[in-house]
């Protein structure tokens, strides 16, 4: 709970790049992020979404809260961060 946002963002991308697929650590990432989704910047929510997309593991309620505030801040991000969040979202579908 201490995390913040580059933390929580950080680390979901390190369990997702050596390949851990438990959804317990998804979950309870998604729980901290929704509730400070607000405080993140773009790349950390597209690091965010990026790491949940390549373990696979998709959550309605999740995607429900991040897509409106990505959907404001990705305008400040470059065309890598736009890029991994479509690749993301696309992945999820």
Do not use: Y
Not at 6 to 32: E, H, I, Q, V, Y
Not at 65 to 72: G, K, S
């Amino acid at each position: 709970d201490s995390f913040g946002p580059r933390n929580l963002a950080l680390s979901a991308w390190a369990l997702a790049k050596m390949g851990n697929r438990d959804p317990t650590w998804c979950r309870r990432w998604a729980a901290c992020s929704c509730a400070r989704m607000h405080d993140f910047d773009v790349r950390d929510m597209t690091m965010l979404l990026w790491a949940f997309a390549t373990v696979h593991w998709k959550d309605d309620a999740f995607l429900s809260r991040f897509c409106p505030e990505a959907a404001v801040k990705i305008e400040k991000g470059g065309p890598q961060d736009i890029g991994n969040t479509l690749w993301a979202l696309a992945t999820l579908q």
